[in-house]
C-alpha cells in the first residue's frame, strides 16, 4: 500500500489550498485517515482525522479553517484548508489504517501507512 499526496504549494496569507491524499495498493478497506503536519524545528501534529463513518476531528489551531473529507470509491482523503496563516506553513503528511486484501481475497489485519509528504508555505 502506498499513499501519495499532492496539492501542496505557496499561497499568500488568507488564502487556500486543498490537499489530496491517495492510496494505492491491494486494499481491502480503509478505516481512519488522518492528515499531520510539521513545521520546522516542530514536533508533528495531527491537524485531521476522518472516521471510516465519516466523522471529522480537528485540532484547535484548524478548527473552522480546515475541512477533511474521503472520498471511499477513490481511496482518498482531502485537506481543504482556507484562510491560511503564517503559523500554517509545513510538511503536510497523511496517514490511513489499511485492511489489504490477503492472497485469498480476504481483508488482512489493519496496518498504519504514511505517504511522503507534501510542502505548504504561507507567505506574501
Known amino acids: 500500500v502506498q499513499l501519495v499526496e499532492s496539492g501542496g504549494g505557496l499561497v499568500q496569507p488568507g488564502g487556500s489550498l486543498k490537499l489530496s491524499c491517495v492510496a494505492s495498493?491491494?486494499?481491502?478497506?480503509?478505516?481512519?485517515m488522518h492528515w499531520h503536519r510539521q513545521a520546522p524545528g516542530k514536533v508533528r501534529e495531527i491537524v485531521a482525522t476522518?472516521?471510516?463513518?465519516?466523522?471529522?476531528h480537528y485540532a484547535a489551531s484548524v478548527q473552522g479553517r480546515f475541512s477533511i473529507i474521503r472520498d471511499d470509491a477513490r481511496y482518498t482523503s482531502y485537506l481543504q484548508m482556507n484562510n491560511l496563516m503564517y503559523e500554517d506553513t509545513a510538511v503536510y503528511s497523511c496517514?490511513?489504517?489499511?485492511?489489504?486484501?490477503?492472497?485469498?481475497?480476504?481483508?488482512?489485519?489493519?496496518?498504519?501507512?504514511w505517504g511522503q509528504g507534501t510542502q505548504v508555505t504561507v507567505s506574501s
Open positions: 496517514s490511513a489504517i489499511v485492511s489489504e486484501r490477503d492472497s485469498n481475497n480476504r481483508p488482512g489485519p489493519y496496518k498504519g501507512y
Open positions: 495498493g491491494s486494499i481491502f478497506s480503509i478505516n481512519n
Open positions: 476522518i472516521t471510516s463513518g465519516g466523522t471529522a
